[in-house]
Nanobody, 115 residues
């Protein structure tokens, strides 16, 4: 019933940009804060960004602050992550997650930053 489908990843050069999307269904999206995580091989899952239910409050990991922007469209049940000035250390699988359903994960989308 609960679905989280990440998309938009790919291979980009350092300094490039990508916009990730997470399409959701099966829960009341507009009442749930949303989060983006990432996980690189051999590393722990890292919380990247959060956004409140109505989109008024956002928070970012220090490592991405000033470069990434989280947003949401409650009419589309979709949360986004705009990533600019990408660095090789941003390479990871990116996942979205609902604060109201923290045990649910999608398949993730691979982001690779390499020259």
């Amino acid at each position: 019933q609960v679905k989280l489908v990440e998309s938009g990843g790919g291979l980009v050069q350092p300094g490039g940009s990508l916009k990730l999307s997470c399409a959701t269904s099966g829960f009341t999206f507009s009442r749930s804060g949303m989060r983006w995580y990432r996980q690189a091989p051999g590393k722990e899952r890292e919380l990247v960004a959060t956004i409140s239910a109505l989109g008024f409050t956002t928070n970012y990991a220090d490592s991405v602050k000033g470069r990434f922007t989280i947003s949401r469209d409650n009419a589309k049940n979709t949360v986004y992550l705009q990533m600019n000035a990408l660095k090789p250390e941003d390479t990871a699988v990116y996942y979205c997650n609902a604060a109201s359903l923290p045990d649910y994960w999608g398949q993730g989308t691979q982001v690779t930053v390499s020259s």
